[in-house]
């Protein structure tokens, strides 16, 4: 905020503030007759705890905290939204030791007691991604939020699929799990945060989520709808705790139990184990993974065996090799290990143990992929298995937002000449974003002849059989984006991954500040941040001749809804 403006004479005060129990004076229900709330503040930065609270329907509308300031500065919310609706004001301070707030000369006014910036409507900000899940900011209005603040983004964490629905969760770096469901894991709707920190400072860091079907934790009424429980760890990376939802994730309770364990350190990852009938946890402490046994999700008891030479965010799952019999039910499978870092192993589980068959393997090489976690989109022993990440890293200047999550990819298991890999490839879900398609015939591209290709779409997903010799190399300049393909591997920014066989198929999938780039149908991936550029495609041979054969260049939608 900048420019002071001058009250107006037609202000109406806010009076009458009273107490309402430690740390919260609340005023007398008003009238918004005035489309702004001006007032002076200074104190902690701390939403929800050392702030002013705007609350209409018993809902928290608008928030404005004391920005970490010492002297009393004025600040306004636009409140244009609820005029004529009843409202009152909240000031909380209840940050303890870690600072407060003062709040002076409350008015509701025809004008701004300070200019601030002008936010486009929700998703529809300049650098928002239009089909790339970001958060939103609730009753904030700030720009470049940062770690903890509303708009913020990183870890993923317990994404559960129940009764046909996706759960989304992650990070608010500690302070909430963020939220969001979805029918087709392409368009979302945020709901407000699942669960914040017990107390402030305390921590809600990483973890995992389960459908407590058979109600083995006793946490679910009789007959009542499975409970949802989810895993995290507290600040001191010790405790291990639990929330539990009993209305299918809409509303949250931290059990009284909490910490379930005393066990370092952090990042619970939980799953049924169904060919055992137990439930399994991968821990990550020490570099290593260990792992725990449970009935009940609430009793743990160590396996006695642990996973070296891992880091933070596990994810484990079984997964059937591709091509193998089903006829009788026993299609072959592995277990996969995911580290934090995208890395991952195959081997054998047998409740107890895992047993790696490969070294660490990397299914992205792109530059942004970072602490994935997986749906088991179905039932059974090894069902559908569809994977996102934090997309780590981006820069988005002067936007309500912060971060953004990988589209989302089946992962399934191969054979190959190097032994089992994983592919990664990209839901087919997304073609629903289709809008208009462009294909071209086969042409063959000789270093000294780009092809330039019109575009004014900024959203596209191009697709192509490629044809590229040992010495050669082919060049798409996507929107100011340079992607690079030779025979043995794809390159996007300083990311580069290795396929197995030659590169024959390229799918490149172009957001308003991503590229993700697939070769071979997920035989290797990229995701990279980027900002946006030109409106254009050119694709350039080096080196040698390229041919490029069945060329489609197909805009796409918005999987946000649009006003």
């Avoid at 209840?94 to 929700?122: F, N, R, Y």
């Avoid at 300049?126 to 958060?135: D, G, I, K, V, W």
């Avoid at 290990?337 to 895992?354: A, E, K, M, P, T």
């Avoid at 937002?401 to 054979?415: A, E, K, Y």
Wanted: glycine share 8%.
């Amino acid at each position: 905020m900048s420019e002071l403006l001058a009250s107006s004479a037609d202000d109406v005060a806010v009076t009458g503030l009273t107490s309402s129990g430690p740390g919260r004076l609340v005023s007398g229900p008003f009238v918004v007759s005035r489309p702004y709330l001006n007032f002076r503040i200074h104190g902690g930065d701390f939403e929800y705890k050392t702030c002013l609270n705007v609350v209409v329907d018993g809902r928290i509308v608008r928030i404005e905290t004391g920005r970490g300031t010492e002297q009393p500065h004025a600040a306004s919310l636009d409140l244009t939204e609820w005029l004529g609706q009843q409202a009152y004001v909240e000031i909380v301070d209840d940050a303890g030791d870690l600072g407060s707030v003062s709040v002076s000369d409350i008015v509701l006014s025809s004008a701004p007691a300070v200019t601030g910036p002008e936010l486009a409507p929700l998703y529809r900000e300049a650098l928002r991604p239009q089909f790339h899940f970001t958060a939103r900011q609730w009753a904030m209005r700030r720009l470049n939020p940062a770690e903890r603040e509303e708009g913020w983004l990183n870890d993923l964490n317990g994404l559960v699929f129940h009764d046909g629905e996706y759960h989304l969760f992650a990070q608010r770096w500690n302070k909430c799990w963020i939220h969001a469901v979805s029918n087709d894991l392409v368009r979302w709707t945020e709901l407000e945060p699942a669960f914040f920190e017990e107390s402030l400072e305390t921590g809600v860091q990483s973890g995992s989520c389960v459908v407590d079907v058979d109600n083995t934790s006793g946490l679910g009424e009789p007959g009542g709808t499975a409970p949802m429980v989810a895993f995290w760890s507290r600040n001191d990376n010790r405790s291990q705790c639990v929330s539990y939802s009993l209305d299918r994730g809409r509303t949250w309770t931290h059990y009284a139990g909490n910490p379930i364990m005393d066990l370092p350190e952090r990042d619970p990852m939980v799953f049924r184990d169904h060919r055992r009938s137990q439930w399994v946890m991968v821990l990550y402490g020490d570099e290593r993974y260990q792992l725990l046994r449970s009935d009940d999700l609430l009793d743990w008891e160590s396996l006695g065996s642990s996973i070296s030479d891992s880091f933070e965010c596990p994810d484990f799952f079984e997964l059937t090799i591709d091509g193998t019999d089903s006829t009788d039910g026993t299609d072959e499978s592995r277990w996969v290990l995911v580290r934090g870092d995208g890395r991952y192993s195959i081997g054998s589980f047998d409740g107890q143990n895992f047993v790696e068959e490969t070294s660490q393997l990397q299914v992205d090489g792109g530059p942004h992929f970072y602490a994935t976690q997986s749906w088991a989109a179905g039932t059974g022993i090894a069902p559908r298995r569809v994977q996102v990440a934090w997309m780590r890293g981006g820069r988005y200047p002067n936007m309500p937002f912060n971060q953004q999550v990988s589209i989302p990819c089946d992962l399934t298991l191969h054979r190959t000449a190097d032994g089992l890999r994983m592919y990664r490839k990209p839901v087919p879900e997304l073609d629903s974003l289709e809008r208009n398609r462009h294909s071209w015939p086969a042409r063959t591209l000789s270093p000294s002849s780009p092809w330039r290709i019109g575009t004014a779409w900024p959203l596209l997903r191009i697709t192509c059989d490629v044809s590229i010799p040992a010495d050669g190399e082919l060049t798409l300049d996507i929107c100011g984006t340079r992607v690079t393909a030779t025979s043995g591997d794809i390159a996007v920014l300083e990311g580069k991954q290795p396929t197995i066989t030659t590169v024959r198929k390229l799918d490149i999938i172009v957001d308003t500040t991503s590229v993700e780039v697939f070769a071979n149908d997920g035989e290797a991936a990229l995701t990279a941040c980027v900002r946006p550029g030109r409106f254009e495609l050119t694709l350039t041979a080096a080196g040698a001749e390229c041919t490029v054969d069945h060329l489609d260049v197909i805009e796409l939608e918005s999987s946000w809804p649009q006003a």
